[in-house]
């Protein structure tokens, strides 16, 4: 079973930095594709930042130059490196690793997201 388990949430001032970090188990292989989601309350999920199986790295518009993702395969976890951050930033953060989308999952930047985590709230205030 696949888990994903994030951590690192918080709540920073504008210009302040954030690392998230998200756990994964379950895989039997670990060149997956995976990313980071965010959301506020009444929007849709939007993709942050992704990294593929071979590494290829994209970035929303919006983060781009401020956030990096990254990824340790040894220890199978995810990071996501926040600087700059201002209150547009602010959401529930969600890791996200490929597998089946038909229950709810999406497929962007190549990857299908079919697998969750719980969310870790970042909020930045003024």
């Known amino acids: 079973q696949v888990r994903l388990i994030e951590s690192g949430g918080g709540s920073v001032k504008t210009g302040g930095s954030v690392t998230l970090s998200c756990v994964v188990s379950?895989?039997?292989?670990?060149?997956?594709?995976m990313g980071w989601f965010r959301q506020t309350p009444g929007k849709e999920r939007e993709g942050v930042a992704s990294i593929d199986s071979d590494g290829t790295l994209r970035y929303s518009d919006l983060v781009k130059g401020r956030f990096t993702i990254s990824r340790d395969v040894n220890n199978n976890t995810l990071y996501l490196q926040m600087n700059n951050l201002h209150p547009g930033d602010s959401a529930t953060y969600f890791c996200a690793s490929e597998g089946d989308i038909r229950a709810g999952g999406v497929w962007l930047w190549r990857c299908p997201f079919g697998y969750w985590g719980q969310g870790t709230e970042v909020t930045v205030s003024s």
């Open positions: 379950g895989y039997t292989y670990n060149r997956i594709c």
